[in-house]
Nanobody, 125 residues
Framework: QLQLVESGGGLVQPGGSLRLSCAGS????????IGWFRQAPGKEREGISC????????TYADSVKGRFTISRTSASNMVYLQMNSLKPEDTAVYYC??????????????????WGKGALVTVSA
């Protein structure tokens, strides 16, 4: 059964850290680029980070650049999002999604093939 499952969400104080995990199963995880998205209450979903199949190419939205780090371990079909210096405005449901690689070595936030169900991150004192 094809699945993407996020974990690691929760409540954290401003300035704190969390690490989100995205576990893939049921498909050739190594052939897919992975993106992290988030949707805050009342706002549209936005792409915040993505990683190529090799892990050599990563991108970040300006809102998280310098604070979040994406990584992947192909051997275990996992992608991680390390989130540091969290702010109240980072509060959102975080989703991982997979897109079949196109051979360019890049990743993107469009044309995603599979989605996880999301993990809630709340940043509050």
């Amino acid at each position: 059964q094809l699945q993407l499952v996020e974990s690691g969400g929760g409540l954290v104080q401003p300035g704190g850290s969390l690490r989100l995990s995205c576990a893939g199963s049921g498909f050739r995880f190594d052939l897919y680029t992975i993106g992290w998205f988030r949707q805050a209450p009342g706002k549209e979903r936005e792409g915040i980070s993505c990683i190529s199949t090799s892990g050599k190419t990563t991108t970040y939205a300006d809102s998280v650049k310098g604070r979040f780090t994406i990584s992947r371990t192909s051997a275990s079909n996992m992608v991680y999002l390390q989130m540091n210096s969290l702010k109240p405005e980072d509060t959102a449901v975080y989703y991982c999604a997979a897109r079949i690689a196109d051979g360019s070595g890049w990743c993107a936030y469009t044309g995603m093939d599979y989605w996880g169900k999301g993990a809630l991150v709340t940043v509050s004192a």
